[in-house]
């Protein structure tokens, strides 16, 4: 076994699932654009306080999961983690930078690396990778479902099929107290069968209690106070418009109403995607919701706003499980080769050139036999070889087609045209994997 190794919750990500990797981001951007999303990013870590406020003091990421970083020198203290999420981090950027004076609503993402102090689990890492989507400043149903859509457009379009959306409303500051008061007095009188940190959750934050892992809960929460049964005029308008709006698009989605999200700022609709099959909560492969308290709780005027984070770890695992590996990694459209091992300034040459002019072209540079060279371009996946021999202080290379296995002269001057048309045609072969 090596001696080091990557840290424990995390991994390498080698060339062809960084491949993997990149088709999902490269879609995500793509999405972003089309639907006026434009990118922000946020520093890595951030005041611990935007966390411990925003995500929830007494949540497990604040809990147990944050990555706590110590800073400054001279005495100076200052307290900082590695985010979480990225939410908050884009709130509090929207606020420091006077955003609610553009129209609203903001529309914003980003894809960036989040951590969390976790469990190691499949698709769970303690470093990750989300696309995050959001919009601040509209209260209204109609961009809950435009955000929800974006999400079901960004799994159709990687190829992750068979999603559905679980959806619920927790309501908001009017009609919740009253709600979690039914939960306490429903939940306080069956305190005896709590675990020890369900327990701990009906006095710090009882609405957690509806998303407990525990198997011992399951009965209990079946059979508590359902929150859609109480939530107040406006928030019923809301989720009755949501969902009218979800069905006009012809999305499927199915009502859950033990949902609650397991962070605080979270209002109204809270949604977590699912691959058909599959529905415990550490297989979601993305949630959010609406969280029109965030802006005003980290120093903001109040503002609604909604948004979603899909783990594109989770994503590439679930693709894997449905048997697909393509990625964008392509092969070399050609390999420049050599019938003299030791020249490899020329070679070095000629796919410099040709790289300029946009194309996908490897030097073959060890000083090895040109049947090596060729064995080696040919498992590479390269379509073509170039060939430099004798014929090159005339201004032409040999054009090998390593697929088709003919050969033929062609110009230096000629070989970028050549080679941009078998490109264009895609006669260089699939993508890896593919």
Request: aromatic share 8%; hydrophobic share 40%; with cysteine.
């Amino acid at each position: 076994m090596p001696r080091y190794q990557a840290p424990r919750g995390t991994r390498d990500l080698l060339p062809e699932e960084r491949a993997r990797l990149s088709r999902l981001e490269a879609t995500a951007a793509d999405l972003a654009r089309r639907y006026g999303y434009p990118q922000i990013d946020t520093p890595l870590f951030e005041q611990t306080e935007v966390f411990e406020r925003g995500v929830g003091a007494v949540t497990d990421i604040v809990e147990k999961e944050l990555f706590r970083v110590s800073g400054g020198s001279g005495g100076e203290e200052e307290r900082w983690a590695l985010r979480p999420e990225a939410t908050a981090g884009i709130v509090r950027a929207y606020i420091q930078h006077g955003m609610q004076t553009l129209a609203q609503p903001v529309r914003l993402s980003l894809v960036g690396e989040m951590f969390r102090y976790d469990r190691p689990q499949a698709g769970r890492y303690r470093q990750f990778r989300q696309w995050d989507v959001e919009a601040i400043g509209d209260a209204g149903p109609a961009i809950d479902a435009e955000i929800l859509e974006l999400a079901y457009r960004f799994y159709s379009d990687v190829g992750v099929m068979g999603v559905e959306a679980h959806l619920n409303s927790i309501g908001d500051r009017a009609c919740r107290p009253a709600y979690v008061e039914r939960l306490v007095d429903y939940f306080g009188k069956r305190e005896s069968q709590l675990p020890g940190l369900e327990r701990h959750r009906l006095r710090s934050n009882p609405l957690r209690l509806l998303d407990s892992k525990d198997p011992a809960m399951a009965g209990l929460i079946a059979a508590a106070p359902r929150i859609t049964d109480h939530l107040c005029d406006a928030c019923r308008e809301h989720f009755d418009g949501l969902q009218a709006h979800l069905s006009a698009l012809g999305l499927t989605f199915r009502l859950e109403p033990t949902l609650v999200r397991g962070l605080d700022y979270y209002t109204r609709t809270v949604f977590e995607f699912y691959v058909e099959g599959q529905h415990g909560q550490q297989d979601a492969v993305g949630s959010g919701g609406r969280y029109d308290g965030l802006v005003e709780l980290l120093g903001g005027r109040p503002t609604p706003a909604i948004g979603f984070a899909l783990g594109l770890d989770r994503v590439l695992l679930a693709l894997a499980d449905a048997g697909s590996t393509s990625t964008d990694a392509r092969h070399p459209t050609a390999v420049v080769v050599g019938a003299n091992p030791s020249d490899t300034a020329t070679r070095l040459t000629v796919a410099t050139q040709l790289r300029a002019a946009g194309l996908f072209v490897r030097a073959e540079l060890a000083s090895r036999k040109l049947s090596r060279q060729l064995e080696g371009a040919a498992r590479e996946g390269s379509h073509f070889a170039i060939i430099v021999g004798d014929e090159f202080e005339s201004g032409q290379v040999q054009l090998k087609d390593l697929q088709a296995g003919t050969q033929r002269l062609v110009n230096v001057a000629d070989l970028a045209r050549e080679l941009e048309r078998a490109e264009g045609s895609h006669r260089h072969g699939p993508a890896a994997g593919g």
